[in-house]
């Protein structure tokens, strides 16, 4: 008999159309012999099941909903939520809580790498290669007159990258050339976050890494090059299609096994599991971390399946493998 699985998508902030396109992805390659995927949409004001085009409310207590011909209880949630609350760890919990297995990270793991102030702050010690940051909270006092001290006391000269703290996709996100421009980018992070990361520019090669472990150890996705269709890999770049990702990245095979040991390297320091990305830049021809991404995107539009395509790995059998994995608690 198929198993159940709860194919978790929306959210609760700016990603929610990104997750639902990734959340399709999933529901559409699990092979139905197999599996019975139900679209979960987890919304801020309800939780509901999308069946045959009608809306069905999920009981939170149970984690199950009634369908026409009965309640549907899950062996196990794909996990497809950009962001709040299925990256940062608030779901996990509750899924941990009621004892549903799901395939992304660990909710600690989700809350820390989600916080991109903390895990720059637990890799550091590790030695792994990084830009210059700053934090700043809304709640400073005169947040903006603190932003350029502590710019100035950490020796970051423009241009930078204003960045919320904890938000995904690239809202939010201002490259800035000049101090005139600053209080503009961090108005612009705050919509997203009342916590703020500006970190010093890096310039090079831009490159994402895929990265998973279905219970058989660590494995390391082809390496994507992402060329921009202007100034950096921002919101429109990324699901426009203006930009070039290219897989794999026109790269030496000496920076490919760097980047590629880099990545291993990070996720096992982190704990992490489930297909995550991360994404560097060669910054005078060494890869510096720049994040970790534990719910990467997977629209027809995204890196990870060109990734998965391009290592010979149908989609139908890594979202199979990750859930396998999730059920026996790998």
């Known amino acids: 008999m198929p198993k159940n699985i709860a194919v978790l998508m929306g959210g609760y902030g700016s990603e929610v159309e990104i997750s639902l396109q990734s959340g399709a992805t999933v529901i559409e390659s699990l092979d139905p012999e ?15 099941c999308l069946y045959e085009k009608e809306e069905f409310y999920v009981d939170i207590g149970e ?28 779901l996990q919990a509750y899924l941990k809580t009621i004892g549903i297995p799901q395939t992304s990270c660990d909710f600690y793991e989700s809350a820390l790498t989600f916080n991109k102030r903390d895990t720059l702050s637990v890799l550091r010690p590790y030695n792994i290669p990084m830009a210059k940051s ?8 005169d947040v903006y007159a603190f932003a350029k001290a502590a710019l100035q006391k950490n020796n970051i000269t423009y241009p930078v990258f204003v960045k919320p703290n904890r938000a995904g996709s690239s809202y939010g996100i201002s490259k800035v050339y000049a101090e005139s421009e600053l209080q503009k980018a961090l108005d612009d992070a705050f919509k997203e976050d009342k916590e703020v990361l500006i970190e010093s520019f890096l310039s090079g090669t831009e490159v994402s890494v895929g990265v998973f472990n279905f219970g058989k150890g660590t494995a390391v996705l082809p390496v994507c090059e992402i060329v921009p269709d202007g100034d950096f890999f921002d919101l429109n770049a ?42 560097f830049i060669f910054h005078e021809g ?18 990870i399946p060109r990734q998965f395509k391009a290592a010979n790995i149908t989609l139908a059998d890594a979202f199979a493998a990750a859930i396998e994995a999730c059920l026996v608690g790998a």
Do not use: M
């Open 34 to 48: 197999k599996y019975t995927a139900y679209a979960i949409h987890i919304l801020k004001d309800k939780w509901v």
């Open 286 to 303: 060494i890869p510096h971390f720049i994040e970790v991404n534990t719910n990467p995107g997977l629209s027809k539009e995204s890196i």
């Open 134 to 141: 700053v934090y700043v909270n809304k709640n400073d006092d």
């Open 238 to 279: 990324k699901y426009s299609g203006t930009s070039q990702e290219i897989v794999p990245a026109r790269i030496s095979a000496q920076e490919t096994k760097a980047v590629q040991d880099l990545t291993a390297a990070v996720y096992e320091t982190l704990n992490l599991k489930g297909i995550c990305r991360v994404d």
């Open 63 to 90: 984690f199950c909903v009634l369908l026409p011909f009965g309640n549907v209880y899950f062996d196990a949630c794909y996990n497809t939520i950009h962001g709040t609350p299925g990256e940062d760890g608030e």
